[in-house]
């Protein structure tokens, strides 16, 4: 079983879709190339034990979004037409794929596409961050990131959390740091990240990262 892992996580938009088969090095997706020609159809077998049919839509800042096309045997929690996320390991996708379920999240029904691409990945290393160094309301909290959207997005959580946030150079008792081992911190197995994916959503909900730039329709939209 694939774990995903935040340091693995990238927050830019930076492959484009293509209907190809998509690469084996993973060993958790499979698919078949299809053709708009007439007279070509999408073969993709039903899924089998614990692996979805997933027809992609969005993606953007390490992560994708998708319908589940079809759910095999003893696939827990997943049913046709959910909307459902994972992570961006860069392959070229198809129309169709499939995918081990335990590789899956589920995505609720009011947090649309384009806040899933724009905010998940970000916003998971934004928590882990924010978990890594705790801090009392009102206190001075600076975020010490080379990346300017995990630093936002951090900043904006620690905001919600009642932290007065300073600039990186100030003088402040409580520094969140970026580097690797924060963001693995408190993290390891799917269940861990799907509840960690669970807060992110109730964070976009409560309009936490509201000032955030999201990826517009052209940079994430997966072509027809």
């Keep these: 079983m694939n ?11 930076q492959m484009n879709m293509h209907r190809t088969t998509s690469s084996p090095r993973t060993g958790t997706l499979t ?5 708009s020609h007439a007279g070509t159809h999408l ?10 049919r997933l027809r992609p839509t969005r993606r953007g800042r390490g992560f ?5 096309d079809a759910a095999g045997p003893d696939t827990n929690g997943f049913a046709p037409r959910d909307r459902v996320a994972w992570r961006d390991r860069g392959e070229e996708l198809p129309e169709l794929l499939l995918m081990d379920q335990d590789d899956v999240l589920g995505v609720p029904s009011w947090i ?5 691409v724009s905010y998940l990945g ?3 290393i934004a928590r882990a961050l924010v978990r890594t160094r705790p801090f009392a309301r009102g206190e001075d909290v600076r975020v010490v990131s080379t990346d300017p959207l995990v630093a936002e997005m951090t900043g904006a959580w620690a905001r919600s959390l009642g932290a007065r946030v300073v600039e990186p150079a100030a ?13 693995r911190a408190g993290f390891g197995s799917h269940g861990r990240l799907a509840q960690a994916a669970v807060e992110v959503f109730q964070a976009i909900r409560r309009g936490v990262f509201e000032g955030v730039t999201t990826l517009g329709e ?6 027809a």
């Design 171 to 183: 003088s402040a008792a409580v520094a969140i740091e970026d580097d690797v081992r924060s963001r």
């Design 64 to 68: 994708i979004v998708g319908i589940v």
């Design 31 to 35: 698919a078949v190339p299809a053709s």
């Design 43 to 52: 073969v993709v077998p039903r899924p089998s034990i614990g692996r979805l």
């Design 122 to 124: 970000p916003g998971l």
């Design 112 to 116: 649309t596409d384009e806040q899933v």
């Design 218 to 223: 052209a940079d994430s939209r997966i072509a």
């Design 3 to 13: 774990r995903l892992h935040l340091n693995d996580v990238t927050t830019t938009n």
